[in-house]
């Protein structure tokens, strides 16, 4: 089973802290779908298992696609794959697009998961962060999905910001626990080069708040979402018993997909490659057929010893030691036994039934413990 993942690149406007790729034009719309549709014919055989278990809309903002554009593009997936009949089908929002009509419209498309961009319930925080809804939007449009019958939410949040101390990053936790959603990601605001914040950081415009206070903020949301029956199944992201995002659980457990769409990126086992990041000549390289609208890079043993690592250790379940026999040569597995022993000293890493996850002291330094596993 395998995924997709399809790349709207349009916004209304542009967060200050967002380094993803889009456009807030959206004078090429139509052509940039056009576009999408061939690229699902020109690649049909690039994963080698047709079948499919999520459908995945991100960006940018999908929801900014009118109904016959989600509708093309859904169509012509159905018809180059076997989509199981239970797909999990997840479209990425902001609240300002959530209204009744456009609600009527994900249902009848069978999306099935909706992805809502809240990041904060401080209306001075979402100006700062240049977003396009209010906080009583926020809260409205979840309301009004959850009254359309979408069960299966989930919501973005940010901290770390110059707003969030510890008694605000409460109170958004309650909030968001009392809007009763199945699954939270949530994320520390890090600041990139090349973004309005990134700007006003370097211009010492702004500063960044410290270290220890976003770890208590981690901390904080670990312990209030597990007392609300969310569990914390990769570091970002908790999720209701039954409602972690299968989407991106595959991915971290090395499933392929393919990506469809500027920036997009796709992996079959093998090599990974991500399309151009540019609206204009996606569409123009597409139009003719022209390789150059992707690049790839073939994945060594190395390299896909440390993505495993990397993603694996993040999440509940852990680096597995029949899962690293499997795929990797005896050295790299003698290294990582050799070195994983100091992590469990530490108590910084757990093992049980040969797999190895972080403790609670351990995800406070996910990223730094996995580097220095890396071979
Ligand atoms: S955070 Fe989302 S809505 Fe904001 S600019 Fe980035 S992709 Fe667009």
Same mark, same amino acid.
Not at 204 to 207: N, V
Not at 360 to 364: A, D, F, N
């Given at each position: 089973?395998s995924?997709?993942y399809?790349?709207?690149?349009?916004?209304? *406007?542009?967060?200050?802290?967002?380094?993803?790729?889009?456009?807030?034009? @959206? +004078?090429?719309?139509?052509?940039?779908?056009k576009? %999408?549709?061939?690229?699902?014919?020109?690649?049909?055989?690039y994963l080698?298992d047709k079948? %499919?278990?999520?459908?995945?809309?991100?960006?940018?903002t999908?929801?900014?696609?009118?109904?016959?554009?989600?509708?093309?593009i859904l169509?012509k997936?159905?018809k180059q794959?076997?989509?199981? !009949?239970?797909?999990?089908?997840?479209?990425?929002?902001?609240?300002?697009?959530?209204?009744n009509?456009k609600?009527?419209e994900?249902? #009848?498309?069978?999306?099935?998961?909706l992805? %809502?961009?809240?990041?904060?319930?401080?209306?001075?925080?979402?100006?700062?962060?240049?977003?396009?809804h209010?906080a009583?939007?926020s809260?409205?449009?979840? !309301?009004?999905? *959850?009254? #359309?019958?979408?069960?299966n %939410?989930?919501?973005? @949040?940010?901290?770390?910001? /110059?707003?969030?101390?510890?008694?605000n990053?409460? &109170?958004?936790?309650?909030?968001?626990?009392?809007?009763?959603?199945?699954h939270?990601s949530?994320?520390?605001?890090?600041i990139?080069d090349?973004t309005?914040l990134?700007?006003d950081f &370097?211009t010492?415009?702004?500063?960044a708040?410290?270290d220890? /206070?976003s770890?208590?903020?981690f901390?904080?949301?670990i312990?209030?979402?597990?007392?609300?029956?969310?569990?914390?199944?990769e570091?970002?992201?908790f999720?209701?018993?039954?409602?972690f995002s299968?989407?991106?659980s595959?991915?971290w457990?090395?499933?392929y997909?393919?990506?469809?769409g500027?920036?997009?990126?796709?992996?079959d086992?093998?090599s990974r *490659?991500w399309?151009?990041?540019?609206n204009p000549t996606?569409i +123009?390289y597409?139009?003719?057929?022209?390789?150059?609208?992707?690049? &790839?890079?073939i994945?060594?043993?190395?390299?896909?010893?440390n993505?495993?690592?990397l993603?694996?250790l993040r999440?509940?379940?852990g680096?597995?030691?029949n899962? @690293? /026999?499997?795929?990797f040569?005896?050295d790299?597995i003698?290294?990582?036994?050799?070195q994983?022993i100091?992590?469990?000293? *530490?108590?910084?890493?757990?093992v049980?039934n040969?797999?190895y996850?972080?403790t609670?002291?351990? &995800?406070?330094l996910?990223? !730094?413990?996995a580097s220095e596993?890396?071979?």
């Open positions: 089973m995924g997709i399809v790349h709207i690149p349009f916004c209304k *406007q542009a967060c200050h802290y967002c380094d993803f790729h889009f456009s807030t034009s @959206l +004078k090429n719309k139509d052509a940039l779908v576009s %999408i549709l061939t690229e699902i014919d020109i690649r049909m055989n080698p079948s %499919i278990e999520t459908i995945y809309f991100g960006g940018g999908p929801s900014l696609l009118s109904e016959k554009d989600l509708f093309l169509e997936i159905y794959y076997k989509v199981s !009949k239970d797909a999990e089908i997840t479209l990425e929002c902001n609240p300002d697009d959530l209204n009509e609600l009527k994900l249902k #009848r498309l069978e999306i099935n998961r992805s %809502i961009g809240l990041q904060s319930f401080n209306d001075e925080e979402l100006i700062w962060m240049n977003r396009a209010t009583m939007e809260e409205s449009s979840v !309301k009004r999905a *959850q009254d #359309r019958g979408f069960e %939410i989930t919501i973005d @949040l940010i901290y770390g910001s /110059k707003f969030s101390t510890l008694n990053w409460k &109170k958004t936790l309650d909030k968001a626990i009392a809007l009763d959603i199945k939270i949530s994320y520390n605001l890090t990139e090349k309005k990134g700007h &370097k010492k415009k702004e500063t708040i410290d220890e /206070k770890s208590e903020m901390l904080e949301m312990d209030r979402l597990e007392k609300s029956q969310f569990i914390h199944y570091i970002s992201n999720g209701k018993e039954g409602f299968t989407h991106n595959n991915y457990k090395g499933a997909y393919i990506g469809y500027p920036s997009a990126h796709s992996f086992g093998v *490659q399309n151009i990041s540019n996606y +123009k597409i139009d003719e057929k022209n390789d150059a609208y992707f690049e &790839k890079e994945l060594t043993e190395k390299e896909r010893f993505e495993y690592i993603t694996a999440t509940i379940w680096v597995n030691l899962y @690293l /026999k499997k795929h040569n005896d790299f003698k290294l990582f036994l050799n994983i100091y992590y469990i000293d *530490q108590e910084q890493v757990i049980h040969e797999t996850t972080l609670e002291k351990g &995800k406070l996910a990223d !730094k413990i596993l890396f071979v």
